[in-house]
């Protein structure tokens, strides 16, 4: 679920425990609040950077989080470079032996 970020409309005029800006956690289809939860006053929503959301930026963080990542080298034929222990470096289509071992990175 999402993290919101609020900043009281009369920060000068607000001494409730939240402070002038505060975050909630709220569903992305609920509207926007318009009155602080803690002291009913007038409240707008704020645009800032996600830093909680993004993808891994190399091979080896895509690989320590369990995904598999092929890279088209030839027709027909991708490199595996997240490739762990016994898998095959290149998989080959038609060739079930070469592909990833998925039941080995995902867990129920």
Known sequence: MPTYTYEHADEAACGCRLGAAFEVEQPMKDAAL????????SVHRI????????????????????????????NGVYENVTATGTESKYVKAGDRSTLPHLKKKIGD
């Open 34 to 41: 318009a009155k602080c939860p803690e002291c009913g006053r």
């Open 47 to 74: 645009i800032t950077a996600s830093f909680g959301i993004g993808a891994p930026k190399s091979n080896a963080d895509l690989k320590s989080l369990g995904f598999t990542k092929l890279v088209k080298r030839d």
